[in-house]
């Protein structure tokens, strides 16, 4: 079975003011965190990186045996992911295909396998974390409104690793009838398939405010 990892790196970093994927992090960008990650796993054939020609560039990936294709994005996440659907040539029930937030720079070799191993089994599978936390929902003011009951309740990660035929099917309902996915597994429930939870022991920090940097240079950092 083949692995084709997609990186999804086109977003403009809007809420931070500036570009988050090319931020250093522990000597090197955010974005080359993550692709250095699937570049190391044995299990990844290729990377396709969904980004602007100028990001790509700055990036050091001379060093990779592996193949990396770039294709430009699009205007949301799900034109993005279409995008890079459009150059992998085979969309075959023996290729996998993991799909990747740029974002997440600490993603480790051994959960890209777990959840690689969990999609092997059942087609589809995702990183993710079962939510702890006590959780409000706030009136429009800003008030608490509600409790809402935490149990069965998950924080979705990537990568999300799914059967090529399953996701080149989701993807096509999704620009056939407009809609809007902020990930895969949502595409995939639309056309009825479940999605495989595989927790993830590690932290797997999304970049998304500036403090997040901070926080990601003190996990990364060897002490």
Wanted: charged residues 25%.
């Amino acid at each position: 079975m083949k692995l084709i990892a997609m990186i999804v790196a086109a977003g403009n970093s809007q809420r931070m003011g500036f570009d988050k994927l090319m931020t250093p992090l522990d000597g090197k960008p955010v974005l080359q965190h993550s692709i250095e990650a699937f570049l190391q796993c044995d299990d990844v054939a290729e990377v396709i990186l969904v980004c602007p020609e100028e990001r790509f560039t700055q990036l050091d990936l001379e060093f990779s045996k592996k193949i990396i294709r770039r294709v430009d994005g699009g205007a949301d996440r799900h034109d993005s992911v279409a995008e890079g659907l459009s150059i992998i040539a085979n969309h075959d029930a023996e290729t996998f295909i993991a799909v990747h937030d740029g974002a997440r720079p600490m993603i480790s070799v051994a959960q890209i396998k777990r959840v690689f191993n969990a999609a092997r089994d059942t087609g589809c599978a995702t990183s993710a974390r079962p939510v702890t936390e006590t959780i409000k929902r706030a009136s429009l003011d800003g008030e608490v409104a509600a409790s809402v009951d935490r149990e069965h309740l998950w924080l979705m990660e990537t990568p999300q690793i799914f059967r090529a035929d399953f996701l080149a099917h989701a993807y096509r309902h999704v620009l056939t009838n407009g809609e809007r996915v902020t990930d895969e597994v949502s595409a995939l429930q639309l056309v009825g398939h479940s999605t495989k939870l595989v927790t993830n022991p590690e932290p797997n920090l999304k970049i998304t405010y500036p403090h997040d940097l901070d926080l990601a240079e003190k996990l990364i950092t060897p002490s």
